[in-house]
């Protein structure tokens, strides 16, 4: 499930509902795809519908965004590698990079996960044994080059022009 310290997901597959009247990929179901390749990742760390039954903490996005870089249709398969940026004991960065089977680039999506103490609720540390893991996986990922497009904004270039 890593490689060069990456976590890669399984192929998810485009499917029917999430095509929209440009018949492609509708810009909300991106999100849906990173999303179920984020629960791959939380279950490997630990997280997922085991550790909220059993702790009653999980995890909350707090923001999320998209670059869509080349448009997919109905039934592509599609996997995400997934990297951790920066961590503390009660939030993580992430980026990913949603790629065709085939191998080319179709989009990037860079979020803050906060954990979450559901009887609240409210942001609470996470277990160290879950810390660990994405201590170690940002490790790995900091030796990497940073990924293109990492904290872009959103907005209008103007050329600049001389008096």
Do not use: C
């Amino acid at each position: 499930m890593t490689e060069n310290g990456l976590f890669v997901s399984s192929f998810l597959e485009v499917e029917k509902g999430w095509i929209d009247y440009n018949n492609h990929l509708n810009m909300g179901y991106y999100t849906v795809v990173f999303d179920r390749a984020s629960d791959e990742l939380w279950d490997w760390i630990g997280f997922g519908e085991r550790y909220v039954a059993e702790t009653n903490h999980t995890t909350f996005a707090a923001e999320f965004h998209v670059r869509y870089l080349r448009e997919v249709k109905l039934g592509d398969r599609l996997y995400s590698r997934i990297r951790i940026i920066d961590h503390d004991e009660k939030r993580f960065h992430t980026f990913q990079e949603l790629y065709h089977e085939d191998g080319w680039l179709s989009a990037t999506g860079e979020g803050l996960t906060l954990h979450v103490d559901l009887g609240g609720p409210k942001v609470a540390p996470m277990p160290e044994n879950i810390q660990s893991r994405i201590r170690a996986m940002a490790e790995a990922n900091a030796k990497l080059p940073p990924p293109e497009g990492l904290g872009r904004s959103v907005g209008l270039r103007r050329k600049v022009t001389s008096g």
